[in-house]
């Protein structure tokens, strides 16, 4: 209770000093405020400073000060603030200004000071306070340098024409008139002189006779505004105001349309609407697969068990369309996200996950996921360029807590995982759903493998942990025993693996062609490169084939060691490749790597790789080799040689001589130059 008198007690001290006291507080704002106002706002906003002074002031009576001095410092801080926006008081249809017209002089006379030194201006000239009442005024309102405000305010009363005002022209005492702290016969105020004797801002304020101009914006004059503009204007308001509510008609009557759930945009648009429209959604019929030319995600029927929930369809479509600021949008690189121009073909819709709701659409060379889980939306946007039946044969679903759920292609007759660093394991068997979904484990880390130390990932299979590979087989409908390995490397379609053996025993052996990576010395030498998928993105990637493309012996008895490409197809055609060599024991060597090329793929079989190797003695030994049509190969620079054959092995020069500059005659007689990043390799 006590708390409650007490807050009410502040507010009602300060209400009653503005009431008595408010044609002096109008003033103070008046000429507190900005110069360039015109007279009718800043009448009207002197007005606001005063009123919305009441709570701030109460606040600060009920703590103990002056109640007076708290309500002046108030007015000063709003007046002197930053102008916010249209607030009461408001007058329409009149213009006002103050019947004073000396205050309008005193105004411009105090246009050049700071609104805290007009301010200080007023409280000593008009309201007769003494310069150090005025300074703690001053630091009530905020002011940084108070004593500065008062300063500068001496200067300009002692300046020609006082700021159009005689000095001491405070108001006249009137009935129910305050003496002020500082003024005549206040406490510590005599007439405001200061220590040294000399005159101050209130030199002069004594006593006045009630026959005084009193100077004060609370008596105004008025005029009515332009009233044919006036008209004008509030007929065009109605007008205004008539379109705005037959637009609110049209809309709710759109949004109660079998339109609702369609973002505005598609709402009125008759070919959007078709594209966003659940029911004209393609769906190809579950046989189609079986019975056509051209195998890959347009041969995929509509499945799961949500393909009928139109909400939910026309909130994935709407997604799509018009993504909402809290949906997380992930597009791959390369791919367009925007809405369909067509009714795009629907894959699957169901829950394969607890609180999971997933929609995949086709989009004629894209494929979108839509997911609702835990409240959140999500949408996912991946390439399907030159797809085929190993590249369209899964869809990731869903991940969670180590698996992932992947909707298989119709085509695939039998499913199983294994681990790709143990190449003696056999593949365990797994159930697929009546969907044609299966559940596999995600390899341990992939999340954070791209961002990871390349070298603390290593190669080799050592210290990365299992890498679980699908490995699924198509129906002999499609393919005869076809059975071939998806890697999950983060992207929304898993990536198909590759290899393709070395080419040795002829002088000139035949060409070898990428085959499934199912086999037992595909599965060795991948078993031996499968930490170096984390260096893939799998967002754009569809194929990974790993080529042997050399042996070498190596120097002093060492053994043989394996060189190797790496390519990472992107399905728009681009190639990243990684050439590696493998000795007889220990981690894959990095040699080389190059982005968006043709090397290492079906248009760029010619391949020279080269590297400095050490051996166990510490001698440094220059290597190279290249692909089966390398002829010859030659080293200038700080090295002069030239072997015939595909593989080079000399001493290296010492250091620190530059690297060699290697190239190779092809069988042809086209020279290439050695791999690197600045695009070599090509002839």
Known sequence: MGQREGSGTGLRQA???????????????YLVLPPDLDRHTRLLRAHRAVQHSLRAAGRRA??????????????????AGRLRGPLPPWVWGLRMW????GLDEAARGLAELTPYARAAYVLCRFDGLGEDAAAGVLEQAGAGDPAGGVRAARSAAAGPGAAGVAPGAADAAGPGTE????SPGGPGGGTGSRADGSAGLSAGAGPRSGSETILHPADVHTRPTDLLLRRTRVRAAWGLAAVLLLAAGLTRATADGPDSGLPAPYAGAPAARAALDPARLVQVPAGAWSDTGRVDFTAWPARGPRTGDRALLTRALGAWAAPAPDTAVAVAPGVSAEPPGHPPQLLFAGDPGPGALVVVFLDADRIVRYTEQGGRRSL????????DVTTAAAVTLTRDAGTARRLLAP???????RDLTAPAGAARPLPIGPDGTVTTELPRGAAGERTGDAAARGAGGEGCGPRPVLEVVSSPRIVEKHAFLLADLGGLLPVHLTYTPPAEGADQPPARQPREATGPAALARWAQEACTLGEV???????????????????ESTGRAVWSCTRATHRDGRGDVRIRLRPPAGASLAVAHAESTAACGRFGQHLLAATLWRAPSGHGYQLAAGSREVAEITATGSLHTRTIGRTLTVPAPPAPAPPAALTATLRSGAVITALDARGGGRD
């Open 537 to 555: 993105d799998g967002r754009a990637v569809r194929a990974v084939n790993l080529w042997d493309f050399a042996v070498t012996e190596l120097p």
């Open 62 to 79: 009920r703590q103990g000060g002056d109640p007076l001095a708290a309500v002046r410092a108030e007015v000063v801080r709003h007046a």
């Open 179 to 182: 003496t002020d702290p500082g």
């Open 411 to 417: 085509w695939i007759a039998a499913a199983g995982v």
């Open 98 to 101: 103050p019947s004073a017209e």
């Open 15 to 29: 209400e009653a000093i503005i009431v008595e006291r408010y044609p002096q507080l109008l003033r103070l704002a």
């Open 380 to 387: 996912d946007i991946a390439r399907t360029g030159d797809a």
